[in-house]
């Protein structure tokens, strides 16, 4: 069977060649063929979200792998994989949060390489080529991205059960990152090591922690790109995989046609990986 093609363009052959089957890649993580109709980024984002959030547990399971890529400093994805950039994108959704905080190796194993003394030297070492349609990162792009992940990751640390013993050591390091790279075009990575800080030392208040995790839910979105609705509250997740969501039946059967081939791919076991028609969720 041909792989669908997606409403920009996209093919799920696409996504789910580099996710999956070359997830060592470098970032950029995929190389989008788009359609002579050019979409905004934001568009782009949330259908390689919405796709790649289907094999969720694919790449948490590479990234805690003994493969050897991840492991050898000598490699760019040592420092920043295909996986951590698709993984960075997902937890924007607090469902991937809270799975992703089940792997707590995933996050300690950040947190063990950016305590390395040359870890910012060698990354900008790594080289970073782009693709067709997206153009290289910088390091100062994927710098951010690391630290985002895991001051996004630690907005949910009450939910990772072996947090690193070691963690308290990055305070030093991220308040000379917050200053080196005050004056960076990239504010993710002052911003990032500010609140990064903040959590470690346990500064940031509890009030605080609920409100940017109620904006996590709050931007939570159906899954027809078209629809408006966004919000925990005014969404449904689908009945399969439980992270797609939708706002009504109306637009999951609307989507069904190109969800139904992504449906549970990687999430549960492999008893219970067909996917579930909208019409028999509950």
């Not at 009945?239 to 081939?261: L, N, T, V």
Request: net charge neutral; charged share 20%.
């Amino acid at each position: 069977m041909a792989p669908p093609r997606f409403p920009n363009g996209m093919s799920l052959y696409t996504i789910g060649f580099a996710a999956l089957r070359y997830p060592a890649l470098p970032p950029p993580p995929v190389d989008v063929p788009l359609t002579n109709q050019m979409q905004e980024p934001e568009e782009q984002n949330h259908m390689i979200a919405q796709i790649a959030s289907q094999y969720l547990e694919s790449l948490l399971s590479y990234q805690t792998s003994n493969e050897p890529t991840l492991h050898d400093p000598s490699l760019p994805q040592y420092y920043f994989s295909t996986a951590i950039c698709l993984l960075n994108l997902l937890n924007t959704n607090p469902d991937v949060c809270k799975r992703i905080a089940a792997h707590p190796a995933l996050v300690n194993n950040v947190i063990e390489k950016l305590l390395a003394p040359d870890f910012v030297d060698k990354m900008k070492g790594a080289p970073r080529p782009g693709g067709a349609h997206f153009p290289a990162a910088t390091f100062e792009e994927d710098f951010g991205s690391v630290l985002q992940f895991l001051s996004t990751m630690l907005l949910y640390k009450d939910q990772i059960p072996l947090p690193h013993p070691r963690i308290q050591e990055l305070i030093p390091k991220l308040r000379t990152w917050k200053q080196t790279y005050r004056s960076s075009s990239v504010k993710t990575i002052s911003n990032a090591s500010e609140r990064l800080i903040q959590q470690i030392d346990g500064s940031m208040s509890p009030t605080m922690v609920a409100m940017m995790r109620s904006m996590q839910d709050e931007s939570l979105v159906c899954g027809v790109a078209s629809c408006g609705v966004q919000g925990r509250t005014d969404l449904t997740p689908c009945g399969g995989c439980k992270i797609q969501r939708y706002c009504g039946s109306e637009h999951q059967r609307a989507d069904w046609k190109y969800h139904k081939h992504i449906c549970n791919k990687g999430l549960q076991g492999p008893a219970e990986n067909s996917p579930v028609a909208p019409e028999e969720t509950s």
